[in-house]
């Protein structure tokens, strides 16, 4: 099946930086999704992203499918940006399709 | 609008007894999932439903796990017997459409402890 590897799987940061997440996925997809996980557990979807660029506030994405790689951009992060940023595609996994989630990358923004 | 609710919050249980989740999408979804969170991995589907129909239930241990969702609207999810590494977060979400692009509304999960 597909295999969707992030990276850093851990990140610190002060207020204010600015970060970089990348998402590499295993085959070819016409589809990526970015997620946040708050501290809280509360996962939402931040980003759905085939291909090219999309932007909102503070946070970008940019997908290269033909490369097999997609980018989160969080420009100066504030503390409410902290927790786990997923990325996840839909693949085919047990002989049917599913989104399929890396393992995350942790992010700490310290005051 | 009202998110996707969840209850209990938090369970603990020891191995063997049986658990139970449910989950309230929202209003007008039809189609909804459930996912495990193990800690340190992300969300794994565990099985989907549209409507009240099972589109993908392959990666349900269906020895001991089981889902229903009898009136297209409320679902739950049991587990008998536990085992030690049930021990997760149980995601439940909904989405209007049946397309896996379409956006995906999680719950605050069901953290389950078992001893």
């Known amino acids: 099946g597909i295999q969707v590897e992030q990276s850093p799987p851990d990140l610190i940061l002060q207020e204010g930086a600015n970060s970089t997440l990348r998402c590499n996925f295993s085959d070819s997809v016409n589809n990526l999704q970015w997620f946040h996980q708050n501290p809280w557990g509360q996962l939402i979807n931040l980003f759905y992203i085939p291909s090219g660029t999309k932007q909102n506030g503070r946070l970008s994405a940019t997908t290269v499918a033909t490369e097999r790689y997609s980018l989160l951009y969080i420009s100066s992060s504030q503390t409410t940006d902290s927790g786990v940023y997923f990325c996840?595609?839909?693949?085919?996994?047990?002989?049917?399709?599913?989104?399929?989630f890396g393992s995350g990358t942790r992010l700490l923004v310290r005051p | 609008e009202a998110g996707v609710a969840q209850s209990p919050r938090y369970k603990i249980i020891e191995k063997r007894q049986s658990v139970a989740f449910w989950c309230n999408p929202i209003?007008?979804?039809?189609?909804l999932y459930w996912y495990q969170q193990i800690l340190g991995q992300g969300p794994k589907l565990l099985i989907q439903?549209?409507?009240?129909?099972?589109?993908?239930d392959s990666q349900l241990p269906k020895d001991r796990f089981s889902a229903e969702r009898l009136k297209g609207v409320d679902s739950t999810l049991k587990i008998q017997p536990a085992k030690l590494e049930d021990s997760a977060v149980y995601l439940c979400?909904?989405?209007?459409?049946?397309?896996?692009?379409?956006?995906?509304?999680f719950g605050p999960g069901t953290r389950l402890t078992v001893l």
């Open positions: 979400a909904s989405s209007l459409g049946p397309e896996l692009t379409d956006t995906q509304y």
């Open positions: 439903f549209q409507n009240n129909g099972v589109v993908d």
């Open positions: 209003s007008g979804h039809a189609t």
């Open positions: 996840a595609v839909v693949g085919e996994m047990d002989s049917s399709y599913k989104l399929i």
